[in-house]
Each structure stands twice: as C-alpha cells, then as structure tokens.
Antibody, heavy 119, light 109 residues
Framework: QVQLQESGPGLVKPSETLSLTCAVSGYSISSGYYWGWIRQPPGKGLEWIGSIYHSGSTYYNPSLKSRVTISVDTSKNQFSLKLSSVTAADTAVYYC????????????WGQGTLVTVSS | QSVLTQPPSASGTPGQRVTISCSGSSSNIGSNTVNWYQQLPGTAPKLLIYSNNQRPSGVPDRFSGSKSGTSASLAISGLQSEDEADYYCAAWDDSLDVVFGGGTKLTVL
C-alpha cells in the first residue's frame, strides 16, 4: 500500500522559508509517477503548488513559481518543498500526493500538515 | 478566485440524485481531462473520478463523471448521508498548471 507522510515545522516566521518533506513508503519514487504538493488555507479550497517527476523535472504553479523549489531524493525515497519569503497568506494545510501523469488525478495523498506563518 | 467554477453548495435527500457542475475554459477542461475529489471533514482529499469518467478501484458506481466542451459534471445517485463532503473538480491547464475549482459543499438533508 502506497503511503505518504509530510513532516516539517508547524510554525514559520514571516519572510522566512517554509520547508517540508514527504516520505513515501510502499512504492519506489525511482519507478516513476509525478509527486506533488497541494495546499489548503483554513476554510478554503485546494491550490496546486507544483509537481516533480522522478527524474527531477519540475512543474510549478505560475503564481508561486518565483518562491517554490521542489526536489526529490530517490535514495531516501522522499521529496521536498521549499517556499521562500512566506507571509500569513501561506498559512495552510500542506499535502503531498502522487499522480500518474500531470493531467491525471492525485491518487494517493498524505494526511496533510498545518503550517502557520506567524511571528 | 478559482480558475474552475463550481457552485458553492448543493443539497439532496437520501436516495436522491444530485449533480455538481464545473465550468472552465478551452485551455483546461476544453483540452484536457477532468478529475474529481471528495474531501470528508478533517481529512485529505480522495480521488473520486479521473479522466472525466473513470472510477478508481473502491469508488462506488453511484459516482459518475461526464464532460462536454468546457464543462464537466459529477453525479451522485442514491445519495447517502456519508456522501456529505466537499467536492472539487480539477484539470490540467495548457499554461502548465493544475487548476482546481473552488469546491462544492454537499449537504444531505
């Protein structure tokens, strides 16, 4: 069974960089698929942040592209998100998920982790 | 403001059939497939429909999806109390972007 688990600080100060990691079990990232990050501000809808292919090719939400970096570590079977210069508007539950192709749905999701941006 | 447009709410009584619409444009729904997610309170979204009308293993056939032009719909037949959730449509956009609808809160009366 494929499982994803997000980890990282739950509190980040404004202007700093948010860093999260998604550990994957039950499937080898090296075998394929795209691996993505999606966020959901409290009480609001879903927003795609970006996705990475196992080879390292990345695709980012154009509105966040200047602040986002997604990377993959196949040796640890995990991928990571960095979002720089955060503000209160970046407060959200952050999910990691898997998708077969960029136009396919995300079929496996992590449970999500709440990141609050506050001083 | 979401790229895909959904009604904010929908409702129905047990056993009824309800539909949720999702409107987009030629760069997303018009040229790519649509996926639907169900999000129960306090949980991660779950893939309900992919490629317009395909159900992942384990999703009841009460759920069905369709697409026509730049719009898509999710239909739920034989509505049950456990279907009360938020529903989101999503699609790949030719601007290299995954776009979501704003979500529809389904209430089972």
């Amino acid at each position: 069974q494929v499982q994803l688990q997000e980890s990282g600080p739950g509190l980040v100060k404004p202007s700093e960089t948010l860093s999260l990691t998604c550990a994957v079990s039950g499937y080898s990232i090296s075998s394929g698929y795209y691996w993505g990050w999606i966020r959901q501000p409290p009480g609001k809808g879903l927003e795609w942040i970006g996705s990475i292919y196992h080879s390292g090719s990345t695709y980012y939400n154009p509105s966040l592209k200047s602040r986002v970096t997604i990377s993959v570590d196949t040796s640890k079977n995990q991928f990571s998100l960095k979002l720089s210069s955060v503000t209160a508007a970046d407060t959200a539950v952050y999910y990691c998920a898997r998708q077969r192709q960029l136009w396919f749905g995300f079929d496996y999701w992590g449970q999500g982790t709440l990141v609050t941006v506050s001083s | 403001q979401s790229v895909l447009t959904q009604p904010p709410s929908a409702s129905g009584t047990p056993g009824q059939r309800v539909t949720i619409s999702c409107s987009g444009s030629s760069s997303n729904i018009g040229s790519n497939t649509v996926n639907w997610y169900q999000q129960l309170p306090g949980t991660a979204p779950k893939l309900l429909i992919y490629s317009n009308n395909q159900r992942p293993s384990g999703v009841p056939d009460r759920f069905s999806g369709s697409k026509s032009g730049t719009s898509a719909s999710l239909a739920i037949s034989g509505l049950q109390s456990e279907d009360e959730a938020d529903y989101y449509c999503a699609a790949w956009d030719d601007s290299l972007d995954v776009v979501f609808g704003g979500g529809t809160k389904l209430t089972v009366l």
